[in-house]
């Protein structure tokens, strides 16, 4: 399960990757407050749980998320949904419709894959 921070650096990553540690800080500092060092340590946390990588680009590193929206999306949903509320039928991937961080595609895409997945008993 990825933490509220994991969550935040994960959400501007798919929006724009690769980014800068200094770049990523300056999208998320207005709404988490946090210290260039925290953006830091919260990316060498992530790169050491094989969230995030990180490269070299001229010189500058750079991190990109590992695992696309969807799929870290939908275990959160079905974890949420089935060890949290003990859903044991279908998820209601419509529940999200009218989401900002999914378009429709993503929704499909969802979708499909939650409905491929049987519910643990």
């Keep these: 399960m990825l933490s509220e921070s994991e969550m935040e650096v994960l959400k501007a990553l798919w929006e724009r990757a690769p980014q800068s540690a200094r770049e990523l800080h300056d999208v998320l500092a207005p709404r988490t407050q946090w210290a260039v060092s925290t953006t830091r340590t919260v990316l060498e946390r992530m790169r ?34 089935r060890n949290v509320l003990e859903v044991s039928g279908s998820l209601p991937v419509s529940a999200l419709t009218g989401s900002a961080l999914l378009n429709a595609d993503e929704l499909g895409q969802l979708e499909r894959l939650l409905s491929r997945r049987k519910p643990k008993s």
């Excluded at 990180?54 to 275990?75: C, I």
């Design 48 to 81: 050491s749980k094989e969230l995030v990588r990180r490269e070299e680009v001229h010189g500058l590193a750079v991190y990109s998320p590992v695992r696309g929206k969807v799929e870290v999306l939908g275990e959160s949903f079905e974890h949420l949904f």
